[in-house]
T-cell receptor
Framework: KAGVTQTPRYLIKTRGQQVTLSCSPI?????VSWYQQTPGQGLQFLFE???????NKGNFPGRFSGRQFSNSRSEMNVSTLELGDSALYLC?????????????FGPGTRLTVL | AQSVTQPDIHITVSEGASLELRCNYS??????LFWYVQSPGQGLQLLLK??????LVQGIKGFEAEFKRSQSSFNLRKPSVHWSDAAEYFC????????????FGTGTRLQVFP
């Protein structure tokens, strides 16, 4: 079956703009998590959605938000972009029905903020 | 707070040599532990996981890891490295049983010489 897909794969934005990233989980998966990966901070958890509800949230400013739709697809939005938001944004999906399911990661969206 | 430490930023081995990547965690209870691999420009792929039971776990691609509670370690091993194993390896811990949130180490970049 198809893996986790993320669109777009690459984005270039300028400071102050906003951006929306999309993640389509594996069919049947109800949990989607988002991570930010940068050379300086490594992999950091942003948030997790399960059945359209945010189940957990990382330590990021309110400029970072997300949502999940009834078909389990998820979007994350970053408003008022800053240079430091340049990163690889990864999403992962799982069945999410019990603790610590195996998560499958997408290839990521590379965001560059100029 | 839960944390994961990967002491080695970069490791270089010759093809056919054995490999051990170190991972130490800080966690109060019995942790859920994971090893992921990331090839350049790719997302993360799960190599293996430890939830409970046998402390030596087998994964894909010939990797194994051993959970040692007394040392708070979960080191990844492979008896004979292949050139295709060159990648970045991440150790992760799940801080809670009812969420997919993962806390990652900073990663170890593996370089393989022919």
């Amino acid at each position: 079956k198809a893996g986790v897909t993320q669109t777009p794969r690459y984005l270039i934005k300028t400071r102050g703009q906003q951006v929306t990233l999309s993640c389509s989980p594996i069919s049947g998966h109800r949990s989607v998590s988002w991570y930010q990966q940068t050379p300086g901070q490594g992999l950091q958890f942003l948030f997790e959605y399960f059945s359209e509800t945010q189940r957990n949230k990382g330590n990021f400013p309110g400029r970072f938000s997300g949502r999940q739709f009834s078909n389990s697809r998820s979007e994350m939005n970053v408003s008022t972009l800053e240079l430091g938001d340049s990163a690889l944004y990864l999403c992962a999906s799982s069945h999410g029905t019990s603790g610590n399911n195996e998560q499958f990661f997408g290839p990521g969206t590379r965001l560059t903020v100029l | 707070a839960q944390s994961v430490t990967q002491p080695d930023i970069h490791i270089t081995v010759s093809e056919g040599a054995s490999l051990e990547l170190r991972c130490n965690y800080s966690y109060g209870a019995t942790p859920y532990l994971f090893w992921y691999v990331q090839s350049p420009g790719q997302g993360l792929q799960l190599l293996l996981k430890y939830f409970s039971g046998d402390t030596l776990v087998q994964g894909i691609k010939g990797f194994e890891a051993e959970f040692k509670r007394s040392q708070s370690s979960f080191n990844l091993r492979k008896p004979s490295v292949h050139w295709s194993d060159a990648a970045e390896y991440f150790c992760a811990v799940a801080p809670s049983y009812n969420t997919d949130k993962l806390i990652f180490g900073t990663g170890t970049r593996l370089q393989v010489f022919p």
